[in-house]
């Protein structure tokens, strides 16, 4: 008895997300990509968002082909190329990040740069850096479970899963149990930054999931672009992600002052 | 079948569906249903009417008389070329379409690189009654003005691919994109043997038409049903996975790939994936890619547009780490001059694709008693201003 339940909080991971669900609500987490709009940015535009009120943060890892994102964010990612990022200059970057940043930090990056870093030295080196929690869209449940999990559980780290309006009750519960930080509800069958606002369909979506009564948080991402669509999320879920409309943002204007407007808009 | 695909989608350690969870209703819809349909006795009827009444099948296994003469072994051609439009890319276009239409789809979308693709798609929807969008690279699309407008004759949209490098691998990716944006109504036709399971195997097994065909004529023609040596080239591969569908297994029959070295495998700008390439994840599948340490995709380069991509499908990944096939790296200048000599002895002016499996004659030899064939994979029509640009006929 005493040794299973070793086993299983073993297992466990518990970090930063779980925290932040625990103590706040209608959470706003934040996307971003590393190196843009210039190389350095990416702990300044940290900071900035952490003063400015974000309660989550999601640094992307730029690729060259990211397929499940629009145009805005793979702009960013080819201008974050063009300035020279890569995973090594990133979590070099990130060595100083928990002198700043209390909140929970996300990394999203698609699984060929992982695995050519190596995922071991890849999760090795988040942990260093006190990341807690990665998305990888194009890694598939099946295939985190069957070689990641134990890798990403031995870090302490979170792997956050991707439902839609398309997938069934039955594999989201399966991912309900997999999960063990928050669940990223996309808002739409779509690609980041494909909409703008939130349909009735949309929401009678979340409300839908709402009522499945799943262990896990959720945050809906897609589509959330200002303080209406944010809200109304909040509505159904435990808070939302913004991305693309905050790299629109950064391209117009990356300054604090900006930044900080742009989170007090959403939040109000 | 050990070099067939496995039950998880895999060849050897390559392959698989690497999708975001918003493709994984599409992906598993088809992953589902395909081999059925693909089984059932209504389909093959109704593939096999159009492979030979619409498309013109089954294709001439050729016997190259001077050209045999000339490398002093017996080559045989199997004359994809003569299918219509042009190139063996119809076989898998009809088979996809008429799957899509049993699946409950109303739309088409594709990809195209130099457009073969991309005009077979926009031929069968015309032939189907199927709306049809191509996605095509913005640089592509001035690459190919001619392909361009006989998709738009055929009744297709044709969309330019402006993100990333603006060609075949920001095609795909747009193409996938539309398709997470429009997950009920749409089918994708991949056009090679890439892309997340089930495409790889689908797209193969609608080529292996290519491989029955040859078996069942050296039957006829040699008395026996096996041929020494089979060369296809490969980019993505869907033309050699159709050559050497059947004969996959059989250990006797050697396989030879020839991939686009473009100036050279070292000149850095090379198209030959086995010889550049690592082990890595692009467009839902593992495989060789060409990419920086970084696992950032290289743009490949090569003279022919139809072998200019990063990757390569699956199953050729595998047969390459596996040793069962050949693979050589022919540059732009060899294919060159292998698609002319074959011109001026044969009397046909190929694709500058299968130039490069033509060229692999000056690079190997072959017994004097062995039977070669080579998979004439298209016509070289659409690269006649490549030709005269070259300029050395």
Known sequence: ?268 | MKYQVDERGYYGKFGGAYIPEMLYPNIEELRMNYSLIIDSDEFKNDFEDLLKNFVGRPTPLYFAQRLSEKYQTKILLKREDLCHTGAHKINNAIGQILLAKRLGKEKVIAETGAGQHGVATATVCALLGMECVVYMGEVDMNRQKPNVERMKILGAEVRAAKSGSKTLKDATNEAMRHWINNPFDTHYVIGSVVGPHPYPDMVARFQAVISAEIRQQLQEQEGKNTPDHIIACVGGGSNAAGAFYHFLDSNEVNLIAAEAAGLGVSSGKSAATTQLGKSGILHGSKTLLMQTDDGQIIEPYSISAGLDYPGIGPMHAHLFDAGRAEFFDITDEEAMQAGVELSKLEGIIPAIETSHALAVFGKRRFGKEEVVVLNLSGRGDKDLETYIRWGKY
Not at chain 1, 2 to 28: A, H, P, Y
Not at chain 1, 105 to 125: D, S
Not at chain 1, 150 to 173: C, V
Not at chain 1, 235 to 258: C, M, P, T, V, W
């Open chain 1, 1 to 268: 008895m005493g040794e299973i339940l070793k086993m299983s909080t073993q297992e466990q991971v518990i970090n930063r997300i779980n925290d932040v669900f625990d103590q706040k609500k209608d959470i706003l987490n934040v996307y971003f990509t590393a190196g843009y709009p210039m190389f350095d940015d990416t702990i300044r535009i940290a900071r900035n968002l952490q003063n400015a009120g974000a309660d989550m943060l999601e640094i992307g890892i730029p690729f060259s082909d990211p397929l499940a994102d629009g145009t805005t964010i793979q702009e960013s990612s080819s201008k974050a190329l063009a300035n020279g990022m890569t995973i090594h200059k990133l979590l070099d970057e990130l060595k100083d990040l928990r002198k700043y940043i209390e909140l929970p930090v996300l990394m999203m990056g698609y699984l060929n740069p992982i695995l050519q870093f190596g995922v071991n030295p890849f999760c090795e080196a988040c942990e260093c850096v006190e990341i807690d929690g990665l998305i990888i869209p194009d890694l598939p449940i099946e295939e985190y479970i069957d070689n990641y999990k134990e890798i990403f559980t031995a870090h302490g780290i979170h792997n956050i899963f991707l439902i839609s309006p398309n997938t069934s009750e039955e594999r989201i519960r399966q991912i309900d149990e997999w999960s063990d930080g928050f669940i990223y509800m996309v808002s739409s069958s779509s690609i980041t930054g494909a909409k703008k606002g939130l349909e009735s369909k949309q929401l009678s979506y979340f409300n839908r999931i709402d009522q499945m009564n799943l262990k896990n948080a959720r945050l809906i991402g897609f589509g959330i672009s200002d303080h209406v669509s944010f809200s109304q999320a909040c509505r159904y879920a435990h808070g939302a992600i913004i991305g693309s409309a905050f790299i629109n943002q950064l391209k117009n204007d990356a300054s604090e002052k900006a930044i900080k407007n742009f989170v007090t808009s959403i939040k109000k």
